[in-house]
């Protein structure tokens, strides 16, 4: 089955700064990476995602990107703010029926020092 | 208001007991989850399900039993067998095929006592 890694577990920058995340995963496969942010007691909720058929994908602040040769991925955050504080999870999966099971990383926690 | 909920958000059970958590969503999704969450272990996939009346096991079904009867529905119920229960859990629905997106519930805190 997939198996998704990700780096690093925590995180600290100061406010203004960028901020990555690293992941890796191992099955070929999968084409669809999303990146999760979760605050303090509640669920995860889907900040950007990215198909296999796009190497990069950016939405205001954030962007993803997606190298599929060495099979890994990595969210940028420019300009952080206080309110970036929280856990990112990465995860993988396919689009096939059968096959959509999200697979998470163990999660990085970002602090963002004022 | 279209989401996912999931109740009760605390939950406290005793040991040998099982304990039913509840998942429900109005989006109209095909396929539902449950996951773990411990800390520093991320989400581990209990069961999913992509059809009523259909589903399978994750990475970590041991202890555990679902049903999915209704397409709104998909609860999980905790058994005694579970060795160590006390987590995070969290329900997520999606499309399902080429609309992956998960939406997740705001999660249930189970706590043996």
């Known amino acids: 089955g997939e198996n998704v890694e990700q780096h690093p577990s925590t995180l600290s920058v100061q406010e203004g700064d960028s901020a990555v995340i690293k992941c890796t995963y191992s099955?070929?496969?999968?084409?669809?990476f999303p990146w999760y942010k979760q605050e303090l007691g509640k669920g995860p909720q889907l900040i950007i995602d990215i198909r296999s058929n796009v190497g990069e994908k950016k939405d205001q602040r954030i962007a993803v990107t997606l190298n599929k040769t060495a099979k890994h991925f990595s969210l940028h955050i420019t300009e952080t703010q206080p309110e970036d504080s929280a856990v990112y999870f990465c995860?993988?999966?396919?689009?096939?029926?059968?096959?959509?099971?999200?697979?998470f990383g163990t999660g990085t926690r970002l602090t963002i020092i004022p | 208001d279209g989401g996912i909920t999931q109740s009760p958000k605390y939950l406290f059970r005793k040991e040998g007991q099982n304990v039913t958590l509840s998942c429900e969503q109005n989006?109209?999704?095909?396929?539902m989850y449950w996951y773990r969450q411990d800390p520093g272990q991320g989400l581990r996939l209990i069961y999913y399900?992509?059809?009523?009346?259909?589903?399978q096991k994750g990475d970590i079904a041991e202890g555990y039993s679902v049903s999915r009867e209704k397409k709104e529905s998909f609860p999980l119920t905790v058994t005694s067998a579970q060795k160590n229960p006390t987590a995070f859990y969290l329900c997520?629905?999606?499309?399902?095929?080429?609309?992956?997106?998960?939406?997740f519930g705001q999660g249930t805190r189970l706590t043996v006592v």
């Open positions: 399900s992509q059809i009523v009346n259909d589903f």
């Open positions: 997520a629905s999606s499309g399902g095929r080429l609309n992956t997106e998960a939406f």
């Open positions: 995860a993988a999966s396919q689009t096939n029926f059968g096959n959509e099971k999200l697979t």
């Open positions: 099955d070929s496969a999968s084409n669809y």
């Open positions: 989006l109209n999704h095909d396929a």
